[in-house]
Structure formats: structure tokens, C-alpha cells
């Protein structure tokens, strides 16, 4: 059993004093967020750093890359996350849109994930730092963000517009992935596997995921690896849709926050190993006993990854205290699997 405590940016970005729009837009703040932020946490947690994963040295992350790339507008809020503005009001506008050949290159978060990654290489010459920061979303998350609440109408009202537009987004964002490999330097095609992530597919019925989830699923693994385990992380699914994932032949589940299951469900209904989270707005409320029966009782349902994450808010609060009580008690859990 492999155990962890992830630490978020936003949690380092309140530790070191910096607005989020200085993290996410500010090259020259990085030094801010890694002198006031990670290296003092890297004191705090020297004994366990083995089970602790921080920030590394990279242009933030933001899930909007790919969206961003097909012309979506981002926006940088000064306390909070970016977030995008969807770009269709309707289905044929969207499907005319990505008929399109597009440039990823030409396009401003883009030229300024690499103007970031530059500046972080005079900051941290010893350290080779790839273009990093261009997150994308699975098919559905991305028709959803492209247009709204509507397309889970669309779905409804026009399947076979909702196909088309699904199918495109599909090929769009492996199109996107092979760019980002590629300017990195890695093989467009992988052989050891990959990783999706479609929260909002979560929001698809059992009853409708063969006809608009499952295919687009496998579509993506299929452009993208040549062999290895596919990886999936969805937030939300119930226990109807587990035995869905079968059909996208899924290697590795991350359930992360989904209220509707339990390790006990997963141990039945799949076959394949899957990572369990302590929510960060749970652990804040629990107190040592209740923290210890948690990892007792979930190391024993057979998780092969087990974490919490350290975010802003248990930053202020108590929230180092929180971390320690949870190395503790998964450390007295079980053994250690690297």
C-alpha cells in the first residue's frame, strides 16, 4: 500500500503570500511561491518526504490548455483558479468550429506557458524544465466546457449532433497531446499507457454511457498508447457505472471525490486497482482516533494508493497538524509498496 499527502499549488500560493493571478501569470513570483512556500514545507515534512509530493519547478498547471488552443477565452481570477468561458451557443457552431485545422502553437497561454517555462530556466539553470502547464479534458468535460449545461440537452435533443461534436473533440484533443509530446521531445505514440481525466462524464447516465462516453473513451486511448494501462480519473460516478468501465478496458481507477461509492463497492465491482482520497474538507473536521479508523478501515478494502491533499484552506487552519496525524496513522496501517 503506497500512501501520500499531495500538496496543492493553491495551498503554496497562500503559505507564500502571492495572489493567484501572480502565480498563474507572473514568472518572475515563481521565486516567491518556492522560497516562501515549498522549501519551508520541505522542512516541515522533511522526516516523510517519501510520502509527501510538492510542487516541482514548472509553468502552473491549468486544465484549459487544449480549450484555450481552439480559441476558448481564460480568465485569471485574482483569489481563486483560472476558469474558461464556454465558447458555443449552439451545437452546429461548435461542430463547424472544429472542422477547422488549428496551429496549437498560435495561441496566447500557449506563447506564455513558454515565455513562463523560459523565465523558470534562468531561475533554475541546473534543472532541464520541459513546457509545462497545458492541461486538456476528456471528451465530455471538454464538450461541457465548450458549450455549457446545454450539452448534456444536446445529448437528448440530438444524439447524432452530440456523436459528431464528441467525435471531433476527441480527435482534437489527441491531436493537442501529440503536440505537447512532441514539442517535449517524447514519442507521440506511447507504449506505457496513459491517463484520462472527464469529471462531467460522471453527469451521463448509465443508461446513455455506451452510446456517448465508452466510445470516445477508447477512441483516445487508442490514439495515444500502443500498449500499457489505461488510467481514468472521474469524479462522481455511482456504482451503475462501474461495470461501464470494462468497456473501455480502464487498468486504474481514481475516483477521487465520489460520494455515491465506497472502497467496498469498488473491491466488488472491479477488478483492477484504484486509489481512495481523504478529502480535505473531511479530514478538517476529524480528530486523531477518527483519522487512525479511517486508514485502518480503508487499507483493509485493498486501495493500492491512498491520500489526502493539503489545500488552501486546511492551510488556514490546521491543516499541518491534520497532515501529521494522517502519515501517522497510515504509516501504523499497513506496509509500504513503492
Known sequence: MNYKVVVLPDAVVYLSG???????????????????????????FNGDSDHVDLPGVSCPHISYGHVAALGAHI???????PNVERMFDGLDEGIGWLHR????SDNALFRHCVKYTETLGNYFPDREIKIGGLGLEGPVTTAVLLRGQDFYVD?????????????????????????LRKINGEPEIGADGTGLADDFAALVNPDMFEEFVIPYWNRYYEGLISGG??????????????????????GHFDPTVSKKLTCRMLAEELAIPYCWMLPSFEIAWMDKGEIESW????ASHGPDFI?????????????????RQFLSAMGASGPTIA
Open 295 to 298: 486508514a485502518c478501515e480503508t
Open 307 to 323: 491520500f489526502t491533499e493539503l489545500d488552501r484552506m486546511l492551510m488556514r487552519s490546521n491543516g499541518i497538524e491534520k497532515m
Open 155 to 179: 445529448m437528448h435533443e440530438n444524439p447524432d449532433g452530440a456523436k459528431k461534436f464528441l467525435e471531433l473533440i476527441t480527435d482534437s484533443i489527441i491531436s493537442y497531446r501529440r503536440f
Open 75 to 81: 480568465n485569471y481570477p485574482i483569489d481563486s483558479e
Open 229 to 250: 494501462r489505461r488510467s481514468l480519473h472521474c469524479e462522481g460516478l455511482d456504482r451503475k457505472h462501474l461495470k461501464l468501465l470494462k468497456k473501455a478496458d480502464i
Open 18 to 44: 502571492l495572489s493567484f493571478d501572480e502565480y498563474y501569470l507572473d514568472a518572475s513570483a515563481f521565486g516567491r511561491f518556492w522560497e516562501r512556500g515549498v522549501k519551508p514545507l520541505k522542512l516541515i
Open 101 to 104: 485545422d488549428f496551429d496549437y
